[in-house]
Structure formats: structure tokens, C-alpha cells
């Protein structure tokens, strides 16, 4: 009987990926890492996205207990509870919050007669401008531009009405949103380390206190972050309204709390403010003046976009200004007026969090420390 021809073996993988470069192997093997991280950030953007009505709240609330935490543990060892203290933080945060908004809103009302009067000239002086300067248009002209722009209104007063509804149903999820987040920030502020501490609790014992001590640096570096950013708020609202305070606008009050409170606003607080400003210097002073804050607001917003912003957050973050400018713009890409704002504390908190797990040369232990930084 003739002996069966031999058939060849299989070549084992080892030897087949001697045949692929190796830097396609190393190539091949990043690629479907990368793939794998690339869906679960997909997916994580994705529930984060659906559930935004809560995540921004507890965001906020967090960036705000961050700084607070510090005056909480200031009452506590003066004798306070920590049901007290978290109180007397919040309220006073509140307090201080409808104060600068009803000092603006006080100093604009006793005003309002003078404003109009201002508007009604100014309103002239535009139609006169119109009339007589370069434009050459003639009163029939003008009004003319008047009635059309009166029909205008009137044929779209159904879809006015449907945005007025749209901004009505938006006021309304911001007021759930800002309870929600007082709430939150209640309960962060009066038990926050040890919600922290239940959290860890998730992870293997031999890694807890790992976890504790980065995610403590992480803290630590948010709430310098936050406190930075009042900071830079505050100066970009005194020079601003220092420039109208110069100019002699009645309403520099205003433009200073306006400008001091949308400056936690990336991007969108920024224009916000240099509009409300450029519009009462139109209104109180006139082209000239007008002209002038507007040079005053793009110089201040300068030096505290590019220079005072970065470099500030760049030392409480640890973070190159450079980077901190593109994590703004990434996060408005990704995110919108919301990203933008969390940009650059999820980025400070995340260098932190995994230089903290570098750093940690303790042993493995099943018990947490209770001391440290209050998370709160």
C-alpha cells in the first residue's frame, strides 16, 4: 500500500507575523486600541448627551463646590455643624448672587427715565445722520424702511410668538436645572467626602487608596481652577467697568456686574457683555463714547482671553495656556456653549487625577483614610 502523501502543517502565527513589518504589527495593534476607546467615548458622549439635563446641573454644582468646600471647612472647625455650614455656604452664595443682580436691576430702573429720553435723541440722531450724511436718504425714504419693517413684523409676529414659547420652555429648564444643581450642591458641600469615599468603595481594595489619594489631587486642582476663574471674571469686569466709570456712564454698575457675571461663560459671555456695554455707551454718550468702550472692551477681553486667562489657569492647572486654549475650542466643537465651559476643568482634573495615580507609592490597603482633602 502506497504510503499518503505528507500534508503540510498549518504555519503557526508566530511565523506568519514574521513575514508582516513590525511596524505595521505595532500599527495594527494601536489602531484597534484605538478603535475600542474611540466607540466608548462615542457611547459615553452619547448617554451624557441624553441625560444633559442632569450631568450639566451636578457639573456645575461640582465646579462650584469645589472653591466652597474651603469656607465649609472654615465654619466646621469654628464650631458650626456640617449640616449648618453647608447652609450658611449656600445661602450666602445665593444672597451674594440676587444682590449683584438686584443692584444692577435697581441701578437700571432708577435710571429708566433719563434712558429713555437718551434713547429718543439718540434714535434722532440716527435718523438725522441718515438723512443727511453719507446715506442722503429723504424722510419718505426713511419711512418708507419703517413701514417695512413694521409689515415685517406683523407677517412673522406667528413665528416670534413660537420663539417667544421656545425661550419661555428654555427659561423653564434652566430654573429645574439651577434647582437641581443647588440641591446637589447642598449635599456636595455637607457630605461630599463621604460620598467620594462610598464611590471608591467600587473599586478592588488594593487599588482604593490609589484612587483616594488622585482623585483628592484632582479636587484640589478644580478647586483652584474655580477660584482662578473668579479671578479673572473680576478683573475683566473692573476694567470694563472702569472704562465706562471714566467715560462717566451712568449704568458703569451695571456693566460691571453684567460683565462679572456672564464672564463664566465662554465665548458667549464674553459678546454678551461687550454688546450690553457698547449699546448704554450709545444710549448715555453717544457715537463717540460708544466707539471708545468698544475699544476699551476688545483691549480688556485681549489681555484676559490671551494673556491673564491662560496663564492664571495654566498655573492652577498645570496645564500650557496653548492647551488650555485648545481644550476651550475642542470642548465648544464638541459640546457647544456647555463644553465649553467644561472644557478646561474636566482637562485639569483629568491631568491631575492620573498624575495623582503616578505619584501614589503607598502600599495596597483595604482601609481608607478618612482625612485629606474634603471633597465637599
Known sequence: MAPRPAVPKAEEPQNILR????????????????????????????????????VVPIAVALLIAAPLGSVVGWLTRHKFSRTWAATTALLSLVV?????VTLAGTTVISGIDNLKQQASDGLHTLIDWMSSGPLNLSADQIQSYLDKAGQTLRENSSGIAARALSVGS??????AGAILALFCLFFFLRDGRQIWLDLVQVFPPSARTQI????????????????????????????????AWILRLDLWVPI???VFLTSFI???????????????????????KAVIMLGIVLVVHLVVGNVLYPWL???????HPIVILLAIGVGGIVGGLVGALLGVPILAATKAFVEGLRKTGVGPTTELPISGVNAS
Open 19 to 54: 513575514h508582516v513589518p513590525v511596524p505595521l504589527q505595532v500599527s495594527a495593534a494601536w489602531a484597534w486600541r484605538l478603535i475600542v476607546v474611540g466607540i466608548v467615548l462615542v457611547a459615553l458622549f452619547t448617554i451624557v448627551a441624553r441625560l444633559s439635563a442632569l
Open 96 to 100: 451674594a448672587i440676587l444682590g449683584l
Open 170 to 175: 428654555t427659561v423653564g429648564l434652566l430654573t
Open 212 to 243: 483616594d489619594f488622585a482623585g483628592t489631587a484632582a479636587w484640589e486642582t478644580l478647586s483652584r481652577y474655580t477660584r482662578t476663574s473668579t479671578v479673572a471674571a473680576l478683573v475683566g469686569a473692573a476694567g470694563i467697568g472702569l472704562g
Open 256 to 258: 460691571f456686574i453684567v
Open 266 to 288: 465662554p465665548l458667549v459671555g464674553a459678546t454678551f457683555s461687550a454688546v450690553v456695554a457698547v449699546l448704554v455707551a450709545v444710549v448715555e454718550g453717544g457715537w463717540v
Open 313 to 319: 489657569f495654566g498655573k492652577a492647572a498645570s496645564v
